[in-house]
């Protein structure tokens, strides 16, 4: 395959298609991998994992930058200057085994496969299998790098879960006290009031006040202390105290 050479390139849109597709791909195996190893407990090995999958980023960053002959040293911009020597070994170690992948023919053979399943166009001579190399290295190196953005991503829409959460408790709090205020009054309204002194009531008020107690109550002044034992029992029943409150509400505006 590599002695074909062909004047066309492969189609950028294409490519960039393709490309998005294994940035997916090795984002979710990513993904899996570190979930994987959250769960273990193994706190040696969560270190040591940590350790290689830095230097697997490096090293692909490393590729995408300086291409298939790039070597660990503080002149390269993927690599830093201040890397431990246990860093810069496996970071070493990472890159060989890369570039060998790479160049394998089952690499070779697998990325014109599945750029031809994806985008339809086929990869028929050596330049587009080099095309198709650097789309890859490309993709892969993103991937690496996008893993701690992709993990604040996945924490912000968690803490907006939360956040929403508590306003709506905040909101259903503030709720039962403005009914707590609303039974107030309304107990208010309900409780008898105070006649006047019998000596200080001219006839007039005194017919008004005797057609006014002829008149029924439209809130019985009993409802209230009732509201208040059926309030007891539900939250004796542990229920929330919005609902406690709205049974009460419901007693005392009962005609």
Known sequence: MLDKYEQNNLSQQNLAAWMRVVFAEALGKLTKAQTVRKSSGRLDEADDDALWDQATARAWKLLDEN???ARVSANNSASSPDLTLQEEHITSLMLESLARTLQSE????????WFEGTTGQSAVSAYHLVQLRQAYIKAMAQAHC?????????DAAVQSIFDDTLSRIIADEAMTYNYGGNLERIAAQAAPQPRL?????????TCAEDVISLTPT??????????????????????????????????????
Not at 106 to 113: F, L, P, T
Not at 146 to 154: E, F, I, S, T
Not at 197 to 205: F, K, L
Not at 231 to 255: F, H, S
């Open 67 to 69: 291409g298939m002959s």
């Open 106 to 113: 089952g690499r070779i053979c697998k990325n014109a496969a």
């Open 146 to 154: 996008a893993m701690p953005h992709l993990n604040h991503g996945r």
């Open 197 to 205: 002194h019998e000596a200080n009531r001219s006839p007039v008020a």
């Open 218 to 255: 439209k809130v019985d002044p009993f409802l209230p202390a009732i509201a208040e034992r059926l309030m007891a029992d539900k939250r004796d029943q542990e229920l929330r105290e919005a609902t406690v409150v709205q049974y009460g509400l419901l007693i005392c505006t009962q005609n």
